[in-house]
């Protein structure tokens, strides 16, 4: 456990502050650039927000600590996105149950995984609940990068972002497929070369979500990759989430792949007529 202090010292310094300063805010994004550790961090981030001795890296054995470590405090409620998305009448759920439940006469907290799930209906009621903020209730919003997320949200979120467990550093393989999407040479006429690379669902998947952890680096690194702008990578990042959905829920292969290829040339044309 004394790795993920040491991996995270940013986070942990800055909520231990936070707890010392009594300023809780009442929404945290956690932006978790893959941090493989993750749950177990977030446990110790409800052990702070929750517990009165918890203060230090230190475990603490009481029992509020404990029925988190089990699972199993009744006053947090976590949010899966049920199917493709996080619906609206989840975070309505939670909030009634939070209303109607007797507490430790302590905080309620509802955790949100998978934040960028979140589509246009969910979004707008989970800003009706940051606007006006009840007293005692805190969402823990959970995504990979911050990008993905809607941006009204974000900005209604403490931003909190984790150092990644390592370098994406793509394969020989993964940038033979980043040339071939991101210098858009020939799109279609690479089709074959790109298929010979990624001949399979798995693989495919696979080089995809590397790649796409690659472009989260460059978008933070400001870094204009292959000549691309921030925004053609932010809009490369839609385009390889929403492939790796496709492939996720057995969309047809080639077809899939046939439409990455259609969205990419989109973004080549943005790029021409950046240019122009
Ligand atoms: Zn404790």
Redesign the pocket.
């Known amino acids: 456990m004394e790795d993920i202090f040491n991996q995270q010292l940013n986070f942990f310094n800055f909520i231990e502050k936070e707890i010392d300063n009594n300023r809780i805010s009442h929404a945290y994004l956690i932006e978790t650039n893959n941090y493989a550790g993750t749950d177990m961090l977030i446990k110790e981030f409800l052990?702070y927000l929750l517990?009165?001795?918890?203060r230090t890296n230190q475990s603490?054995?009481?029992k509020?600590?404990n029925l988190i470590d089990n699972n199993s405090y009744p006053d947090i409620e976590n949010i899966y996105a049920d199917g493709n998305y996080i619906k609206k009448e989840q975070l309505i759920k939670v909030q009634d149950n939070f209303r109607n439940k007797s507490n430790y006469d302590n905080k309620q907290i509802y955790i949100i995984w998978d934040a960028e799930r979140l589509n246009s209906s969910s979004a707008n009621t989970m800003l009706k609940f940051l606007e006006e903020p009840e007293d005692g209730i805190v969402a823990i919003l959970v995504a990979t990068n911050r990008y993905k997320v809607i941006e009204t949200i974000v900005s209604r979120c403490q931003v909190l972002s984790l150092n990644a467990t390592a370098d994406n550093k793509l394969s020989d393989n993964e940038q033979s497929i980043c040339d071939i999407l991101f210098s858009f040479n020939n799109l279609f006429c690479n089709y074959d070369n790109l298929l010979s690379l990624i001949p399979d669902r798995v693989i495919a998947k696979d080089c995809l979500k590397s790649i796409e952890n690659a472009v989260f680096d460059w978008v933070k690194a400001k870094k204009n990759s292959y000549g691309l702008s921030l925004n053609q990578l932010i809009n490369i990042i839609d385009i390889l989430e929403k492939t790796l959905n496709k492939l996720e829920y057995n969309v047809n292969y080639k077809l899939a792949i046939d439409n990455l290829l259609t969205d990419m040339m989109e973004v080549k044309n943005e790029k021409v007529g950046n240019l122009c």
Not at 51 to 54: L, P
């Open positions: 052990k517990c009165k001795d918890k603490c054995n009481c509020i600590c």
